[in-house]
């Protein structure tokens, strides 16, 4: 099918590191991406990592990814009340006709101080 | 520059009237998408405009139909509403289709709510 896969909810503590894990479905997906979402704020595009990268690291951000399990994974270092929101795993479907974003449902983090 | 900007913010209709929303890319920008997002269901792709040309389209019944302006503006439109429309509908724009692999600036939406 088309679903991506994530935990609902992930509560840390302030400072502490988060990992937001994902499990996508097209191994010829090009291009996977973790998107955030405050409330009344619309998405925000955080990082991406393409297809035939196995690590991406970004402050304090760092995309793993593993294209044999399918598993993507975000981890947030530092992590701080402000990084509270839902975060969005999607994949991106191959060129041509059905090119496309697969959304997941969301992981809501909450960050305790 | 100023960032997408949808319009109405919030909307209220009943069932069987139609509604059309709007989105105004960023400056500058050509591609315009369009997802439904619900609880239960996520984020869902709708539409995908680029030079006032439908480029891709997703698995959404025909009451759910769009178009793009010579200046990029884009609208959505659904008619004959059912209580299942209701979501927050979001527009996304970049310079290019291809750009829209590494980069997406996304609105923050029109709550649609029907009654």
């Known amino acids: 099918g088309e679903d991506v896969e994530q935990s609902l909810f992930l509560s840390v503590r302030e400072g502490d590191s988060s990992v937001i894990n994902c499990t996508y479905t097209d191994s010829s997906s090009t291009y996977l991406y973790w998107y955030k979402q405050e409330p009344g704020a619309g998405l925000q595009l955080l990082t991406y990592?393409?297809?035939n990268m196995d690590m991406k690291q970004d402050q304090r951000l760092t995309v793993l990814l593993n294209k044999k399990d399918k598993h993507l994974s975000l981890r947030i270092a530092d992590t701080q009340t402000g990084d509270s929101a839902i975060y969005f795993c999607?994949?991106?479907?191959?060129?041509?006709?059905?090119?496309?974003?697969?959304w997941g449902l969301g992981t809501s983090l909450a960050v305790n101080p | 520059k100023a960032g997408v900007t949808q319009t109405p913010r919030y909307l209220i209709k009943t069932r069987g009237q139609q509604v059309t929303l709007s989105c105004s890319p960023i400056?500058?920008?050509?591609?315009v998408s369009w997802y439904q997002q619900t609880p239960g269901q996520g984020l869902q792709f709708l539409f995908e405009y680029f030079s006032e040309t439908q480029r891709n389209k997703g698995n959404f019944p025909g009451r759910f139909s769009g178009r793009q302006f010579s200046n990029s503006r884009s609208e959505m439109n659904v008619s004959t509403l059912e209580l299942g429309d209701s979501a927050l509908y979001l527009c996304?724009?970049?310079?290019?289709?291809?750009?829209?692999?590494?980069?997406?600036?996304f609105g923050q939406g029109t709550r649609l709510t029907v009654v």
């Open positions: 999607a994949e991106r479907k191959p060129a041509g006709n059905n090119r496309k974003l697969i």
């Open positions: 990592i393409f297809s």
């Open positions: 996304a724009s970049s310079s290019s289709l291809t750009a829209f692999n590494t980069e997406a600036f």
């Open positions: 400056s500058g920008h050509r591609s």
